[in-house]
């Protein structure tokens, strides 16, 4: 008689069970990676139009610094550029530059711009962050963060 190799039925109904215990174990984990993600993206786009602040401060600056009755005046970035008398405050992007028309930040269409200084993860409407415009003279644009919570995100 010949030896018969292989694995018998009760062999792979044991390995199935513990394949099915480590994937109940193990889904939870992912299916909470939704929120995190989110919130990773949008934590980005926080630090994207950080910089494009910081940026076209700069930029301003080099240019000399133009008063705001210089109409006519712009100042470039990648992809377009601001009125200094329409589009900027104080040296500072005013929040309507971030809206679709002229998004400074570079933000796609993962974002949407509910309303002049609120930029919202188009998936999820809790998920947001805001832009406050420059309140005087070296007094950058306020970025508030504090709806950008996991929970929030979720």
Known sequence: MKKQNGFTLIELVVVMVILGIMAAVALPKFVNMT???????????????????TLIHAKWLAAG??????AGTTISYEGGSL???TDMVNGYPKTTAFQSTKNIAGLDSNFVTTTAGTI?????????????????????????????????CQ
């Open 65 to 70: 610094s133009p008063t705001a009755t210089a």
């Open 83 to 85: 009125d200094v008398f």
């Open 120 to 152: 919202t993860d188009k998936d999820k409407s809790t998920c947001y962050f805001t832009i406050a415009d420059s309140a005087g003279t070296g007094v950058p644009p306020v970025v508030t963060t504090t709806n950008l919570t996991e929970a929030n």
């Open 35 to 53: 929120g995190q993600a989110r919130l990773a993206k949008m934590n980005g786009a926080v630090a994207a139009v950080q910089s494009s602040i």
